[in-house]
């Protein structure tokens, strides 16, 4: 689900990130505004800006026309049904930052630029020395001394420094808390006064985590907001890039062909529930750490077992006749049990 950007700042705030002085307007709502004011039309979507869905005013009668334009018009296939009204602001330099999942590296990644209110594919490309991108792990988090070390390596330093990598430690956290699969900031703009104010924010929940959180599905529930298209995680897709991943690796280190039409998605699975079994015992039981290592070793050579299952196991299709019993087997066949196959790993005590 993506928010719309006044929902996003309204969670941007809950974290202390400052942000513009703004309110949502409606149609023909009468206006009193102290200076310019940026008109921003509420859509699920990016772009807006060169499509013109953000128009400045200076006068109260010039922003209810506006207003009413922005209402009026398509944006990207979507007709706002609010525009959020703030102050603009005088920016000294702007910045981006962002936290979203590597699929590939199956982490949460910080992305952090010192030029802002750009495209970031579009500056990864042309210049990926300005863009500094880190992964860090949902357990250990991103804490402030990390998110340091990312501003700096971008070339910050000083008051700024801290004050830029206590904005995207913030965002971190957001994406943790919130079970976000993006959450971005482009630009933050630095005040003339030293202050980093959010000027636009994209933020994303998974759908399938809106139910854990009351305030976000209370906004899904809004009559007032425009839906944007519903996204799921693909997790086929994870499943299938760890599988291709670990046959290339095989092939590289080993010279040897994968088993003909092999599935390893119950090695998968098994592997994933196995890692968290030890993550238990790693997290009550410390004196088993050296446990913990040696299982591990111990299911990696199960699985690579697995993968080495002969092709008379297959049928002309290149199907398993009986995929449990080929890896039951293998398993029994290397170790009769979990307490044998232990004996052979851990010394008595």
């Given at each position: 689900m993506r928010l719309l950007e006044h929902e996003s700042k309204r969670i941007l705030e809950k974290y202390r990130i400052a942000l513009p002085v703004g309110r949502l307007v409606g149609q023909g709502e009468p206006l009193t505004i102290d200076g310019p004011v940026m008109l921003k039309a509420q859509i699920p979507i990016g772009g807006r800006g060169k499509a013109g869905g953000i128009l400045e005013a200076t006068q109260a009668e010039e922003a209810r026309q506006k207003v009413a334009h922005l209402l009026q018009i398509n944006i990207r296939g979507y007709i706002p049904k609010s525009v959020y009204m703030e102050e603009k602001k005088a920016v000294k330099q702007e910045f981006f930052m962002a936290i979203t999942y590597d699929t590939v590296a199956k982490a949460p990644m910080?992305?952090?630029?010192?030029?802002?209110?750009?495209?970031?594919?579009?500056?990864?490309?042309?210049?990926?020395?300005?863009?500094?991108?880190?992964?860090?792990?949902?357990?250990?988090?991103?804490?402030?001394?990390?998110?340091?070390?990312?501003?700096?390596?971008?070339?910050?330093?000083?008051?700024?420094?801290?004050?830029?990598?206590?904005?995207?430690?913030?965002?971190?956290?957001?994406?943790?808390?919130?079970?976000?699969?993006?959450?971005?900031?482009?630009?933050?703009?630095?005040?003339?006064?030293?202050?980093?104010?959010?000027?636009?924010?994209?933020?994303?929940?998974?759908?399938?985590?809106?139910?854990?959180?009351?305030?976000?599905?209370?906004m899904e529930k809004d009559a007032g907001r425009v839906e944007g298209e519903r996204r799921m995680t693909d997790f086929d897709g994870i499943k299938q890039d760890f599988i291709e991943r670990e046959e290339n690796r095989n092939l590289d280190d080993h010279g040897q062909a994968p088993a003909h039409g092999i599935d390893f998605v119950p090695a998968v699975e098994l592997h994933h529930l196995f890692v968290q079994l030890l993550l238990i015992v790693f997290e009550f039981l410390p004196q088993f750490g050296n446990l913990r290592l040696d299982l591990l070793h111990l299911f990696h050579g199960f699985v690579a077992d697995v993968r080495r299952v002969p092709e008379e196991n297959f049928d002309d299709q290149g199907k398993e006749n009986d995929g449990h019993p080929i890896i039951s087997g293998v398993f029994v066949e290397k170790y009769h049990d979990l307490e044998h196959g232990l004996g052979h790993h851990v010394e008595p005590a």
């Open positions: 910080a992305i952090f630029s010192a030029e802002g209110g750009v495209d970031i594919e579009e500056l990864a490309q042309r210049r990926p020395d300005l863009v500094r991108k880190e992964h860090f792990t949902v357990r250990s988090r991103l804490p402030l001394h990390r998110a340091r070390e990312i501003v700096a390596d971008a070339g910050v330093s000083g008051k700024l420094l801290l004050g830029l990598s206590a904005v995207l430690a913030a965002i971190a956290e957001i994406f943790l808390d919130y079970d976000a699969t993006v959450v971005e900031i482009n630009p933050l703009g630095l005040m003339d006064d030293g202050r980093l104010v959010a000027l636009d924010c994209h933020l994303e929940v998974d759908d399938d985590a809106v139910s854990r959180h009351a305030d976000i599905a209370a």
